[in-house]
């Protein structure tokens, strides 16, 4: 298809179509002549991919060009695909500093769920830090008895990704995966935290109406 | 206690402590003479609380006073003031007009999923309206996969509610259940957040390496 196609298709203008491929985040369509290129369905699911970090995810251009990167090295498994399409979307909140003891004794804690859990995790992942700094600010506030049911969020946690996962895993194709990944963290979170909210007014009414 | 002590133990400046009052978020001290008044140990966990909707919470001061005022009526029962807590931090996200027909077929999804589980929750509630949000622009960006596993991420947030109100619920003083409620949905989302990338990490790596 022509470019006014693909702008049509993706409901994306066509100069930022060629911003884009000028970007190096879409790969430039089949030259037929001078002024004219051929663009294929690989473009469409790519451009939604690319609309779908930049507005959704609210990501830079270059951190998008990090991540069509990484989707587009033929030397990179779909775990690693997945991995680099996460990290975009996971906060790292920086609480103080991360050489301070309690940080370093939150770590530990969430070191000690991923065993006992039996998760297998890198320990630079930053989800690991984003779990320690919210743990460690739930300590510092004085949430103990929230930190203390870290098992019950994690087999919770555990339920959601393995629909996640299920999901991604029917998708098949990479950018759809990882579209998959970046999108179902972004609005799964927000959706979660609605359904959460939901699940506790029933809960509270019964607990206390 | 004497103001100074109090904002030794609150970790409050007293200019702030007095400020608070003026505002009426919190109620004043005993007067003893003209110029000193007697605080207890419900200021100290009102302080507490004050602190949390402020700094955690992103709360202005009008909408605090909202809550106490709720907190402090005597005619509200423990249900009414946990979902007065609970609204200060469901976030509601305007995604175009709430009377589009994407919306209002997203309401209706969100309520069918509502009697599946069994769950009693009022038709204005924001939680109700938060989660159409999401619902719809996932719709929007085409990843029905996502919204056609509703019931699957239910089930999970259900099962986190059940964790979250065993705790409130054993608080048993009313100022330190609202706080349970308040930060415990702020940083329980983002810790939630947190454990599930961990845990599709793990999933990932077992499908896909």
């Known amino acids: 298809m022509r470019i006014a196609e693909l702008s049509r298709l993706s409901g994306v203008p066509a100069p930022t179509i060629k911003y884009y491929v000028r970007e190096s985040l879409l790969p430039p369509g089949e030259r037929t002549s001078r002024n004219q290129a051929q663009y294929g369905e690989r473009h469409v699911t790519r451009l939604r991919l690319i609309r779908a970090l930049l507005e959704v995810g609210g990501l830079s251009v270059a951190a998008v060009r990090d991540v069509v990167a990484a989707l587009d090295s033929p030397a990179t498994g779909t775990h690693?695909?997945?991995?680099?399409?996460?990290?975009?979307?996971?906060?790292?909140?920086?609480?103080?500093?991360?050489?301070?003891?309690?940080?370093?004794?939150?770590?530990?804690?969430?070191?000690?769920?991923?065993e006992r859990q039996g998760w297998k995790v890198s320990e630079h992942s930053p989800a690991l830090t984003a779990a320690a700094d919210v743990l460690g600010a739930l300590r510092q506030l004085g949430q103990d008895d929230f930190a203390d049911q870290l098992d019950a969020y994690a087999r919770a946690a555990d339920a959601v990704a393995a629909t996640d996962l299920e999901i991604v895993r029917e998708r098949g194709d990479a950018d759809a995966m990882a579209e998959a990944v970046i999108l179902g963290n972004i609005l799964g979170d927000a959706l979660l935290a609605a359904l959460r909210r939901l699940a506790q007014i029933h809960r509270s009414a019964e607990l206390f109406e």
């Open 80 to 114: 690693k695909v997945l991995g680099a399409a996460q990290q975009t979307v996971t906060a790292v909140r920086v609480g103080g500093s991360h050489d301070e003891p309690e940080h370093l004794e939150a770590v530990a804690e969430i070191r000690d769920l991923i």
